[in-house]
């Protein structure tokens, strides 16, 4: 199994940033996606997540109107859109695969947000 994260990297406030998550080893089609962040010295929350059919998304109120979660299960990719980026955004990015009780995590991407 694998989950690998791209896209991160250092923007300046009001940027935009695509991470993807690419995953492989496991039935893509069938587990619910989401993102994480985890800042310096910080808990690792939700961002975003979205249903294994992509009909049904969640975002944490800090990014709501700003991020938007998708999927494409025929390249089993999830991607992060990021828009109108704010230094409080800069952390640490995590893609996690669940079913059920089953969940996978990948390395995460490192996003700076800075002028």
């Known amino acids: 199994v694998q989950l690998v994260e791209s896209g991160g990297g250092l923007t300046q406030p009001g940027g935009s940033l695509r991470l993807s998550c690419a995953a492989s080893?496991?039935?893509?089609?069938?587990?619910?996606m989401s993102w994480y962040r985890q800042a310096p010295g910080k808990e690792r929350d939700l961002v975003a997540r979205?249903?294994?059919?992509?009909?049904?998304?969640d975002y944490a109120d800090s990014v709501k109107g700003r991020f938007t979660i998708s999927r494409d299960n025929a390249k089993n990719t999830v991607y992060l859109q990021m828009n109108s980026l704010k230094p409080e955004d800069t952390a640490r990015y995590y893609c996690?695969?669940?079913?059920?009780?089953?969940?996978?995590w990948g390395q995460g991407t490192q996003v700076t947000v800075s002028s």
């Open positions: 996690k695969a669940q079913f059920g009780s089953r969940y996978y």
């Open positions: 979205i249903s294994s059919g992509g009909g049904n998304t």
């Open positions: 080893g496991f039935t893509f089609s069938m587990y619910a």
